[in-house]
T-cell receptor
């Protein structure tokens, strides 16, 4: 079983609030990702990281920011939440450097901004 | 854009084999084929992957054509809990994985 954890599982918050979605993995994986997914729609990569102090933007533009201070931790922050940010956010990790990289996903955070 | 194409949806009777096709006609020689599935509201779960040879594990079998332009994921005895969206992805070392819309499999009692 994958050891990647996301908290909170559900978050309902008002417009303008600052939020941080937590993601931690205990597998020692270097590469980590954040995907965004609306109901019934495809996953879109919004951020990824190759390791400590590495952050990159994904294919889908996002107003969120990420940080990678520790290998196991990859939090996502929204400085001022808006209703358009309502979505499911999925964190994943993989063992970078192997020929076939398997992704391990967390259970996701369902964010609702009122 | 995703580099693979899959049918939008499929039905399968409980207990029967579910055969999910995937077209990856532009796959390059060192790209693997991966399959994941996503059960409602959960994070995707890795199923299986392969490069050239057919592969089997406790969850499924993966059949890759000799020209590698298509593959089939086989769930040998589908159960209701196999109802999910199944994603076929191709990629290799260092690439980010692009998820397409996948195939929505409904296992019917």
């Amino acid at each position: 079983e994958a050891d990647i954890y996301q908290t909170p599982r559900y978050l309902v918050i008002g417009t303008g609030k600052k939020i941080t979605l937590e993601c931690s993995q205990t597998m020692g994986h270097d590469k980590m990702y954040w995907y965004q997914q609306d109901p019934g729609m495809e996953l879109h990569l919004i951020h990824y990281s190759y390791g400590v102090n590495s952050t990159e933007k994904g294919d889908l533009s996002s107003e969120s920011t990420v940080s990678r201070i520790r290998t196991e931790h990859f939090p996502l922050t929204l400085e001022s939440a808006r209703p358009s940010h309502t979505s499911q956010y999925l964190c994943a990790s993989s063992e970078f450097g192997v020929m076939s990289e398997k992704l391990f996903f967390g259970s996701g955070t369902q964010l609702s901004v009122l | 854009d995703a580099k693979t194409t899959q049918p939008t949806s499929m039905d399968c009777a409980e207990g029967r084999a579910a055969n999910l096709p995937c077209n990856h006609s532009t796959i390059s020689g060192n790209e693997y084929v991966y399959w994941y599935r996503q059960i409602h509201s959960q994070g995707p779960q890795y199923i299986i992957h392969g490069l050239k040879n057919n592969e089997t594990n406790e969850m499924a079998s993966l059949i890759i054509t000799e020209d590698r332009k298509s593959s089939t994921l086989i769930l040998p005895h589908a159960t209701l809990r196999d109802t999910a969206v199944y994603y076929c992805i191709s990629g290799n070392y260092g690439q980010n994985f692009v998820f397409g819309p996948g195939t929505r499999l409904s296992v019917l009692p």
